[in-house]
């Protein structure tokens, strides 16, 4: 079963932009969803966005619709997210996760990172 060792967090001023990595090892198959999710102080874990790793097909939150792209390299078994115009709303744990079924749900998902943490300063 792939690990996931999520990267790219960090500290930046609201408009600013991160880009997540999310780097898998052993092999993920093509009937595989990839997702990232976030976790704020207090707050359930939240959907973020997904990808197919077949094919680019994505959904996304509708806090992060316009701001935020997920995208995937599949020769690097690597998942972006491209997160642009943050907000401090955005502060939180960032974690990738996969699953096999195309969800927002997290219950969905059963191999998770250890998360990154993106703080957002106003």
């Known amino acids: 079963q792939a690990q996931l060792v999520e990267s790219g967090g960090g500290l930046v001023q609201a408009g600013g932009s991160l880009r997540l990595s999310c780097k898998a090892s052993?092999?993920?198959?093509?009937?595989?969803?990839m997702g990232w999710f976030r976790q704020a102080p207090g707050k359930e874990r939240e959907f973020v966005a997904l990808?197919?790793?077949?094919?680019?097909?994505?959904d996304y939150a509708d806090s992060v619709k316009g701001r935020f792209t997920i995208s995937r390299d599949s020769p690097e078994n690597t998942v972006f997210l491209q997160m642009n115009s943050l907000k401090p709303e955005d502060t939180a744990t960032y974690y990738c996760?996969?699953?096999?079924?195309?969800?927002?749900?997290?219950?969905?998902?059963?191999?998770w990172g250890q998360g990154t943490q993106v703080t957002v300063s106003s």
């Open positions: 996760a996969r699953g096999s079924q195309y969800s927002r749900q997290a219950s969905e998902y059963f191999s």
């Open positions: 990808t197919r790793w077949s094919r680019p097909s994505t």
């Open positions: 052993g092999r993920i198959y093509s009937s595989s969803v």
